[in-house]
């Protein structure tokens, strides 16, 4: 071999023995906003610790919000790619800001209904002409909205205080309002801070035939331009979805060590059973049949009719079940 030729063979493989690594770094960058709820972005932390993003080639930026409101806002206003949110999800996507296309669980029992026992309220009917403090348009909303009507408690016969979830169950702590409807994790305050306090109902009373979607929902340009790494994240997120399930003991202690060091693992353990969720293949019987469109439909139903929108697209136009369909075995 002449020089000149070994020259260049031997800087040539140095190089590619160089880019080889570079190239195996090299991440797509997606960014995520969430709630910090168990019901939320549990499978998040859990891909995250586990590295089933990483995987994917996925490095997902995260950034935390308290509400779904903030959230979508942050989406529309084009400083998120994808989002992680409770019954929100049925709600701007509807108005035609963003696509939903992968479902996290339902929220069995996170939404609940808190009142002062000292008020006088044992029932329903006593919160008639009462102050009830929550954030509109939140999952928290639409529960007691049901709750109140499956008690033959017209939503207009109570106050409603619309605060951050925080200043409400502020509000609650402090007397101002006797009672509150909120989700987990904001029950453990309540349960230490007042002592005489009384959970009056709890969403799981309503399921299935008012099941509180959780679920991810992408931008509208987003997704149109990005289905090959949505499907990444499709996939990071049905190998932590299922090991949560699978291995849901030792999960939730990482989970509880890493990320939710303030909430006691019983605390926790009781979060989760406040949640349903089912294993990738079973969501996609759930999508296939119709059925997770229909219970998506049932809360986008609720919002717009609060909001006094007619024309509003629905679920099963908002909702694409293509990509977990095409992705999942």
Do not use: C
């Not at 071999?1 to 195996?24: D, E, I, V």
């Not at 026992?117 to 002409?129: N, R, V």
């Not at 509000?171 to 009672?179: E, L």
């Not at 989700?183 to 009056?200: E, H, T």
């Amino acid at each position: 071999m002449h020089r000149r030729q070994f020259l260049t063979t031997t800087m040539g493989a140095a190089l590619s023995g160089l880019a080889a690594p570079a190239l195996a770094q090299a991440r797509t960058k997606l960014r995520v906003g969430y709630l910090h709820t168990l019901a939320v972005d549990g499978q998040i932390w859990t891909g995250m610790d586990r590295g089933s993003f990483e995987k994917q080639g996925l490095e997902l930026e995260l950034r935390q919000f308290n509400t779904g409101l903030e959230v979508f806002q942050a989406l529309i206003g084009g400083s998120l790619d994808v989002l992680a949110t409770g019954a929100v999800v049925s709600n701007f996507p509807a108005r035609g800001q963003g696509r939903v296309f992968l479902i996290n669980d339902i929220e069995v029992a996170t939404a609940q209904l808190w009142v002062h026992s000292e008020a006088g309220i044992k029932s329903f009917d006593d919160l008639k002409g009462k102050r009830i403090a929550t954030t509109t348009g939140t999952t928290a909303h639409v529960f007691l909205d049901r709750a109140l009507r499956a008690n033959s408690v017209d939503p207009k016969e109570v106050e409603l205080l619309n605060q951050a979830m925080p200043a409400a169950v502020t509000s609650f702590i402090s007397g101002a309002v006797p009672a509150v409807a909120l989700w987990v994790p904001f029950n453990i305050m309540v349960r230490d801070k007042v002592p005489d306090a009384m959970k009056l109902a709890d969403a799981s009373a309503y399921y299935p035939q008012a099941a509180i979607i959780d679920g991810w929902a992408a931008a509208n340009s987003y997704f149109d331009a990005n289905k090959e790494t949505l499907v990444k994240l499709i996939k990071g997120w049905s190998e932590a979805n299922d090991h949560m399930i699978e291995h849901s003991d030792e999960a939730l202690q990482s989970l509880q060590q890493g990320h939710y060091s303030q909430v006691p693992l019983a605390d926790l353990k009781e979060q989760f059973q406040a949640q349903k969720m089912f294993s990738s293949r079973d969501w996609k019987k759930l999508y296939q049949d119709g059925t997770v469109t229909r219970w998506l439909q049932q809360s986008t139903d609720f919002f717009m009719a609060n909001a006094g929108i007619k024309d509003f697209t629905p679920a099963d136009k908002y909702f694409d079940t293509s990509l977990y369909l095409e992705t999942v075995a």
